[in-house]
């Protein structure tokens, strides 16, 4: 049952990947930067959040030491 649920959150982050990687190709082709401003508030930045949700899931579901990278907090408490 674990398994298949983190399968799904990797399938969901891999969509999203893609998503992400489309709507920033999207932003940076528009030739007003206002334009470009506006498509990176409304697209990609909507696309990242999506992201860090699926990959949070996947974060809370696994043991830390099992984890390949560095948790949220580790990053965040590790800046000295």
């Known amino acids: 049952a674990r398994c ?3 399968s799904r959150h990797t399938d ?5 990947y893609s998503t992400l990687g489309e709507a ?3 932003a940076d082709s528009a030739e007003d ?3 470009r401003a506006m ?3 409304d ?3 909507g696309a990242m959040n999506a992201l860090r949700e699926a990959c949070d ?3 809370a579901m696994i043991p830390n030491e099992q984890w390949p990278y560095p948790s949220y907090t580790d990053i ?4 000295k």
């Open 33 to 35: 930067t206002l334009e």
């Open 57 to 59: 899931a996947c974060e």
């Open 24 to 26: 920033m190709h999207h």
């Open 39 to 41: 498509r990176y508030k």
């Open 12 to 16: 969901t982050i891999y969509a999203i």
């Open 43 to 45: 697209d990609v930045i």
């Open 4 to 6: 298949r649920e983190i």
């Open 76 to 79: 965040l408490f590790s800046v």
